[in-house]
């Protein structure tokens, strides 16, 4: 099995409409960990999809320069905007990196368990050699609700 589609998981913005998440958009910390192509699992964005549990639990990034759990995703910004509601933070980066990625799991570090916001497929591997591998987000944010 390959890394997901691009996707947003729907629970934790579920659980937050509903007044049981303590996530916080604006203040807690955010981090995204990377992926290899051989990510396996059953991918249910509308379930469970927590960093570090099934299928989030296998084939993280292991390389010069990437550290298990990822990079935090600085200044996290939740803005509400000609009827649109945008998601930001960021752009995250590794220096001295040396490995390959095929996606990425954005998910907030804060709570317990540690619950994914978005999933991104880069769309093909991406691979740094002793330089530096970012990840530059959307200029209109990570995510956008209309």
Do not use: H
Not at 10 to 17: I, Y
Not at 113 to 121: L, M, Q, R
Request: net charge negative; hydrophobic share 35%; proline share 4%.
């Amino acid at each position: 099995m390959s890394f997901p589609a691009t996707n947003w998981c729907k629970l934790p913005f579920s659980n937050v409409l509903g007044g049981t998440s303590g996530i916080d958009l604006n203040s807690d910390t955010f981090k995204c960990a990377l992926y290899t192509n051989s990510i396996t699992g059953t991918f249910n964005f509308d379930t469970t999809n927590t960093y570090n549990s099934a299928p989030w639990d296998n084939n993280e990034v292991s390389g010069s320069g990437y550290v298990s759990g990822g990079g935090s995703c600085a200044s996290p910004t939740l803005t509400i905007s000609s009827g649109k509601i945008v998601f930001d933070a960021s752009d995250v980066s590794w220096s001295s990196a040396t490995f390959t990625a095929r996606g990425c799991l954005l998910y907030d570090d804060t709570i317990s368990p540690k619950s994914g916001i978005v999933a991104v497929n880069f769309g093909s591997d991406f691979t740094a050699t002793a330089g530096t591998f970012t990840i530059q987000w959307n200029p209109s944010g990570i995510f956008t609700i209309t």
